[in-house]
């Protein structure tokens, strides 16, 4: 018998397996690099504009309305909910069926709940203070944020985005507590570079 011929051995096999799951790892699921890096920059740029506005003091250290802070912060947002859809659509374009629709269904949640908070801010923004306004905003925006992240992570069994979830809902939480000029900052450098570092890392494991 020769060597081509050969039975391959439980270690070769086992090493087969490995590659397999790993190919088809990198062909299924989305870039990391897609799904978390446009995101903490979004939060980044948008929640630094924040921090800017209102500062540790409430005065603020340049002189801006918060509402064209909750602009760049949206506008941001949504330039990465694009790059959500294009990565989601790009590793599903090989998948039909189940898969796609609840894929589909995903990042249409992202949109209803990013909406669903501006309508119900705006709800309340007449009978508070501006400062309490944007963080109202903030805070349930950051918390949906957390909730959808722990929720794409249980759906596709993937822990780094379900400790995001967590790690995001966390800080929002401390945030609140601390006020309004604490929440943007800790929302930037924390929440905006955790998903920066967070993305970097898995494709570096991928």
Do not use: N
């Not at 087969?16 to 799951?21: A, F, G, P, S, Y």
């Not at 062909?27 to 990391?32: C, G």
């Not at 903490?40 to 209102?54: N, R, S």
């Not at 709940?113 to 905003?137: C, H, K, N, T, W």
Request: aromatic share 12%; glycine share 14%; with cysteine.
């Amino acid at each position: 018998m020769t060597d081509d011929e050969r039975a391959p051995s439980p270690e070769e096999m086992l090493r087969l397996i490995e590659e397999q799951q790993a190919a088809a790892s990198r062909r299924f699921i989305p870039d990391p690099l897609l799904l978390y890096v446009p995101w903490g920059v979004a939060w980044l740029i948008g929640f630094g504009m924040f921090f800017l506005t209102y500062g540790f003091d409430g005065e603020g250290i340049v002189q801006l309305p918060w509402e064209v802070s909750l602009a760049v912060l949206m506008g941001c947002q949504l330039m990465a909910l694009g790059l959500l859809v294009l990565a989601t659509a790009r590793s599903g374009a090989h998948v039909r069926g189940e898969s796609e629709q609840r894929g589909a269904m995903y990042g249409m949640t992202w949109f209803v709940g990013m909406s669903a908070v501006g309508l119900i801010g705006s709800r309340f923004a007449d009978y508070l203070p501006d400062e309490q306004v944007s963080l109202l905003f903030t805070a349930f925006l950051m918390l949906m944020v957390g909730v959808l992240y722990m929720a794409g992570g249980a759906m596709y069994r993937h822990w780094g985005q379900f400790f995001l979830g967590i790690w995001v809902a966390v800080i929002d939480l401390i945030g609140v507590t601390l006020g309004p000029g604490w929440h943007p900052l800790l929302m930037a450098v924390l929440v905006g570079g955790g998903a920066i570092v967070a993305g970097c890392w898995m494709k570096w494991r991928r």
